[in-house]
């Protein structure tokens, strides 16, 4: 079934909205709030995120374990389909590159760093830096919005899958420094082996000699970022160019797009094999 949940999320990605609909993080935005606004969550910030985050997934363990005897287990497949969807990344990344694909083809530099800060958060220093900044950005939101989650789905089911998001969340939204430091220490657990994974399956798609320099002596150390090592060896499998600005530079968005594709493509496949010989 858990393929069939992934085809499905696919689907939806693609041809519908619904995504939109079911990623409505105010509730729990609203638990945050209250949780932070206790005296106790900057001294017990392990306590906090386990409010956040462990009491959510052991409900929707919980409401699994309910409804798996019904109608032969058939009535957990749309709840499987709409936690997937919920623990997704937020936002389109390719439509919030869109404003500065158009700037920095045309060579305005200037309007380039302007849309990338408004809309992608990158700041730079010079037009080179700003493209790697702005390269680095797909690779990190595609990894996190969607490879990590469907790793964890594929590996350990929907309250895996949604334990990832919540603490991504709690990363990006708690203004708590106890909090969200413990947030960033548990997300970097949760992101060491996915992030291995598909710098693995970048080797396999791109160029498998340019990313085992690359990593050599990175692929199991546990002090790089998950960040750090998924734009490397991004850069590495695309043979990414030196920056330069106009066409050029924006065609090594696309290549490093196409790379990501065949990496997911990859993933999906191997998923298929696994699925039929289990």
Do not use: C
């Not at 991004?234 to 790379?259: C, F, H, K, M, N």
């Amino acid at each position: 079934m858990n393929f069939l949940v992934l085809l499905l999320v696919l689907w939806v990605e693609k041809f519908s909205s619904l995504r939109n609909k079911v990623q409505q993080d105010g509730p729990w935005l609203g638990l945050l709030a209250t949780v932070e606004g206790k005296p106790r969550t900057e001294h017990q910030p392990w306590l906090a995120l386990a409010v956040l985050v462990l009491a959510p997934v052991l409900l929707l363990g919980l409401v699994l374990w309910l409804l798996e005897p019904l109608a032969y287990g058939w009535l957990v497949l749309p709840v499987h389909v709409l936690v997937v969807i919920y623990s997704l990344g937020r936002g389109d990344v390719l439509a919030a590159l869109g404003p500065f694909r158009d700037s920095w083809r045309r060579g305005d530099a200037e309007a380039a760093y302007l849309v990338a800060r408004r809309d992608l958060s990158v700041e730079a220093e010079d037009e080179a830096s700003l493209l790697k900044g702005v390269q680095g950005h797909l690779v990190w939101q595609a990894y996190q919005s969607f490879f990590a989650v469907i790793f964890w789905y594929a590996l350990l089911g929907p309250m895996a899958a949604l334990a990832y998001r919540l603490i991504a969340l709690a990363v990006e939204h708690s203004t708590t420094p106890t909090l969200r430091e413990a947030a960033v220490q548990l997300r970097h657990g949760f992101d060491w082996l996915p992030v291995r994974v598909l710098a693995s399956s970048f080797a396999l798609v791109g160029n498998f000699a340019s990313v085992s320099r690359a990593l050599l002596h990175e692929l199991l150390s546990w002090d790089i970022s998950a960040a750090q090592l998924v734009i490397i060896s991004a850069r590495a499998a695309g043979e990414t160019p030196e920056p330069v600005i106009g066409e050029a530079g924006v065609s090594t968005l696309d290549s490093l797009w196409q790379l990501l594709v065949r990496a997911a493509m990859l993933w999906y496949a191997a998923f298929a094999v696994w699925i039929l010989l289990i």
